[in-house]
């Protein structure tokens, strides 16, 4: 059996899953194919437009002075966009399957959730208490830059770095910031290996989700309560393609699956793994991309 697709774009809002009834057979395996190669585009997302200045007072006395006046807007939901997924811990030690993951492409090229500093990493002055999950204390430390006194409007403020050892990467959410103590209190503890945070070999971090850190071209930030996109454009608006993945799981799953083929299909845009393997037994994946996956891009669990 042969499913040729004919060359075109063809959303995709929901798993496309295989289990064993679904097989083939060493003389006559099922196989999925484009017509001609790589015209077959099979993606998870979609184009986002609408961009318009920021007018409202609150949001730009949150910006930097240096990019009020160059940050746009444009409503999500407006547009039919209403899953943002969410924003998880994620790391070493941190269990599960791969975090769904929401991200902005313009032209292709994946932007920057606004982050400070815009490069590299901050150390931390002091730490004051490590965080443990029993009894359960929140992390706590004092910062150096005064940068921090900035994000108090920030609902949902992440760090990003190294808070024990220096190959095991993690995030903590900030519960609090005390400017006038200089200190960031953390949602949940720093619990990898158990111990909470150590600053032994040199806790390192950058923040990121600040709508008051959106300093330069390509940076964004998404209000998930109200559903408004701001981004400073990396090029003018009008003239770019703004894309965004929406479906939140993997785009082809194969469960038990045997002598399957999929021949010089491309997929494209998800915040999950693009294909997963489980169990299978000759399978192939000849002559297709795969591109813009938030998770992996072919997972393989067993099988031969």
Same mark, same amino acid.
């Given at each position: ?17 295989? !289990?064993?009834?679904? $097989?083939?057979?060493? #003389? ?32 730009? !006395? ?10 746009? #807007? ?57 965080? $443990? ?5 929140? $992390? ?10 900035? %994000?108090? #409007?920030?609902?949902?403020?992440? &760090? ?5 050892? &220096? ?8 519960? $609090? ?13 720093? !619990? ?8 032994? #070999? ?17 940076? %964004? ?7 408004? &996109? ?75």
């Amino acid at each position: 059996v042969a499913v040729r697709f004919k060359p075109g774009e063809y959303r995709i809002r929901e798993t496309f899953a295989l !289990a064993a009834a679904d $097989s083939g057979t060493e #003389q006559a395996p099922v196989v999925y194919r484009a017509e001609k190669k790589g015209t077959a585009v099979f993606r998870g997302g979609a184009r986002i437009s609408g961009f318009a200045p920021v007018t409202d007072a609150g949001v730009l !006395a949150r910006l930097p002075a240096e990019s009020r006046g160059k940050v746009v #807007q444009c409503d999500l939901k407006a547009q039919g966009v209403t899953d943002f997924g969410e924003i998880r811990a994620r790391g070493f030690g941190v269990a599960g399957d791969t975090i769904p993951t929401l991200e902005l492409y313009a032209d292709g090229v994946p932007l920057t959730p606004a982050r400070w500093p815009n490069e590299g990493f901050v150390r931390i002055a002091r730490l004051v208490e490590p965080g $443990s999950r029993s009894p359960r204390k929140p $992390s706590v430390f004092e910062y150096v830059d005064d940068r921090p006194a900035r %994000w108090l #409007q920030a609902k949902d403020a992440q &760090l990003f770095g190294y808070f024990r050892w &220096l190959w095991a990467d993690g995030t903590v959410r900030v519960a $609090s910031i005390d400017p006038a103590a200089k200190r960031i209190t953390t949602v949940e503890p720093y !619990a990898y290996g158990g111990g909470g945070m150590d600053n032994g #070999q040199g806790i390192r971090y950058y923040a990121f989700n600040l709508l008051e850190e959106i300093d330069r071209p390509g940076e %964004w930030h998404l209000d998930r309560a109200s559903g408004l &996109l701001y981004l400073y454009p990396p090029a003018d608006p009008a003239r770019t393609v703004f894309e965004i993945p929406l479906l939140p799981t993997p785009m082809v799953r194969l469960e038990g699956v045997s002598h399957v083929r999929f021949e010089g299909l491309d997929f494209d845009l998800g915040r999950h793994d693009a294909v997963v393997l489980k169990g299978c037994t000759r399978c192939l994946l000849a002559g297709c991309t795969i591109r813009r996956f938030a998770g992996g891009g072919v997972a393989i669990d067993g099988g031969t």
